[in-house]
């Protein structure tokens, strides 16, 4: 099985990258004997190029992980179109470059495809509803995808994290040296993610075939103030003082959804579980000692 994982050197990229080789290794047998995986990444490999799409094709993949996005949120707000240039036309070349290579492809999505104005966590089949340029391109992606690749998994994940990421767990430690207290909105909800069990979950989901729309995310839910406040806590810095606000006084170029916390059920009833997201936050403080 030859995998090719686009974005490699990103955070979820390279929990990939170590998850499936670790994996292969492990597994072995028959079927993975040939197994390869294809790390590609910027400044070589760029998605918004034709030309290297056309090159992905050839390499023969049987599979694509395409994790390359514009992933700065408020980045994607102040220039949108930069936005729909990597994440939907980036989207459609290697969308493309799987449909000629007779490839499956996992799209890795967002929670900011929905509005947050719902009462309860988002299940797999609900209505999407961006309310971002970056939540608007992330789902373009999707639509493109569905079009052109036939066996597709969309994987949708929230607020993820990593060890040596640039993240909300490096930020809120980097601010809390910086300056000694911080002010966290309470009014923004949605799952903490952790890469290497995403890259798990994803890894066990292909073995499956079983295509389609996934919410992967680790369990539970909470703000970004709690979310803060468990990460403070688990780095032995609890003493940070950390005032709530709510997001009207935190200006930001991009409108994130309030409340948007994914639940996974599809992949629940295939056995695929991601533990809760405080336990994998110890696991990412340990990684990091
Ligand atoms: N981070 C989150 O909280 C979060 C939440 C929900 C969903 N997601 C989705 O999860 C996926 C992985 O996220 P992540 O946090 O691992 O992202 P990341 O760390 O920002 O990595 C993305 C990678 O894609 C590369 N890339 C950007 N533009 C590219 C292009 N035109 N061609 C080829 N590669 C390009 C980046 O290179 P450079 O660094 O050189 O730009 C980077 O190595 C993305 O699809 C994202 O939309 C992320």
């Known amino acids: 099985m030859r995998i090719a994982i686009t974005g490699a050197n990103g955070q979820l990229g390279r929990a990939l990258q170590a998850t499936l080789a670790r994996a292969i290794r492990a597994v072995g047998g028959e079927k993975l004997r040939d197994a390869e995986v294809i790390p590609l990444d910027l400044p070589q490999w760029d998605i918004t190029n034709p030309h290297h799409t056309t090159q992905l094709a050839a390499l023969r993949p049987q599979l694509v992980i395409h994790c390359a996005a514009m992933t700065d949120v408020d980045g994607c707000a102040r220039n949108p179109e930069q936005a729909f240039r990597v994440n939907a036309f980036g989207t459609q070349n290697v969308a493309l470059a799987c449909q000629r290579a007779g490839a499956a492809m996992v799209y890795i999505s967002t929670n900011e495809v929905f509005d947050g104005s719902s009462e309860r966590p988002y299940l797999e089949f609900d209505k ?162």
């Open 128 to 289: 999407t509803n961006p309310i971002n340029p970056y939540g608007e391109s992330k789902l373009a992606g999707e639509t493109i995808a569905a079009r052109l690749v036939h066996h597709l998994y969309v994987v949708r994940i929230s607020w993820l994290f990593a060890p040596n990421g640039n993240n909300f767990v490096s930020k809120i430690l980097a601010r809390a040296d910086q300056y000694g207290t911080l002010q966290v909105v309470t009014d923004e909800v949605a799952n903490p993610t952790y890469a290497p069990d995403v890259a798990e979950a994803i890894w066990r989901l292909i073995t499956t075939e079983h295509y389609g729309t996934y919410h992967l995310v680790n369990e539970g839910y909470c703000s970004r103030y709690e979310y803060a406040i468990e990460i403070l806590k688990q780095a032995g810095q609890a003493h940070v003082p950390v005032q709530p606000i709510t997001r009207d006084q935190f200006k930001r170029a991009s409108r994130p959804p309030t409340f948007a916390p994914l639940r996974n059920t599809v992949g629940a009833a295939l056995g695929i579980y991601l533990r809760p997201w405080q336990e994998a936050l110890r696991d990412y403080f340990q990684q990091q000692r």
